[in-house]
Structure formats: C-alpha cells, structure tokens
C-alpha cells in the first residue's frame, strides 16, 4: 500500500510514497485534506440541492384541481411570504436556474424535480467514491509518514 494511483484517472503517475521525503509527504499529506475539505463541502451543497428539488416534488402533490381558489401562502424570499389564492392548478411555474421560469403542467414539472434529484444523487455518489479513493491515498500516506518517522526515531535513539 505504499504505492498510490488513481484508477479512475490513467493519466495520472503511479507514486512509490515510501520514496518521497517526509517534507513531500506532508505537502501530499495536506494537498490530500484540502480536496477532501472540497469534496465535503460539495456533498453538502448536493445534499442541499437535493433535498430541494425533492421538497418541491413533494408540494406539487398538493396542486390539485380541487385546490383552484383556495388561500396558499406565496414565497417571496425563504422566509417571507405573502398571501394568495391558487387560480392555476393544472401550469406551474418551475424555477430552472439562474432566474429563469419555465411554465409547466403539473405531471412535467414532477418529472422534472424526480430527474434532478437523480442526477443530484449520481453526481454526489460519483464525489463520494473519489473522496474514498482519495482518503485511501491520505490514510497511506500517514502510513508512510508514520513509518518514517519511527525510523528517524530509531536511527537517533542507537
């Protein structure tokens, strides 16, 4: 294990650790929990994302003909709301990013929400199998750091 490779990325070099310094180890070492520090935070920023799109699949269930008239509260920010009345039960208005709306019927718009959500959830399954190879590669190298560092406590104790 103290060799390393990525074998989603052939374009990368394969690193024999025990050959690096434990000054070079460090800097990997630290590059390491850097991209494991990004990778943490997109999951979280997913995990998010995704829990939006499956909350906003889950208010178009109440969107039904029977609804037409009755009182709703209207967001205006994430924590403002204004009174008003549902007049459209069959089109919604679905925000599709940077400020665009795109004006659905109520089954497309459900369609639209359960396709994001799975995306969302591929893309952060794909970010949760790189973090692991990558906290593999991180717990190796403090394996070898470990190694070394015993070593020069040997080498200064005979």
């Not at 460090?26 to 997913?46: G, P, Y």
């Not at 509260?73 to 008003?84: C, D, F, I, Q, R």
């Not at 991180?138 to 394996?143: L, M, S, W």
Request: one cysteine or more; charged letters at 25%; a negative charge.
């Amino acid at each position: 294990m103290s060799t390393i490779s990525a074998s989603e990325a052939p374009h990368l070099q394969q690193i024999d650790l025990t050959k690096l310094s434990l000054q070079q180890l460090t800097l990997l070492k630290q590059q390491l929990d850097k991209e494991l520090n990004v990778f943490q935070d997109s999951l979280q920023t997913l995990k998010i994302a995704q829990s939006k799109f499956q909350e906003s699949g889950f208010c178009l269930d109440k969107v039904t003909p029977e609804a037409k008239g009755k009182e709703i509260l209207v967001p205006l920010t994430e924590s403002m709301y204004v009174p008003g009345r549902m007049s459209d039960t069959e089109n919604v208005l679905v925000d599709i990013g940077t400020g665009y709306f795109v004006e659905k019927n109520v089954e497309d718009a459900k369609n639209y929400f359960s396709r994001r959500v799975a995306y969302v959830t591929e893309q952060m399954e794909k970010i949760q199998v790189l973090g692991l190879e990558k906290s593999k590669i991180r717990d190796a190298t403090i394996d070898v750091m470990s190694m070394k560092i015993q070593g020069q406590m040997q080498k200064e104790a005979a």
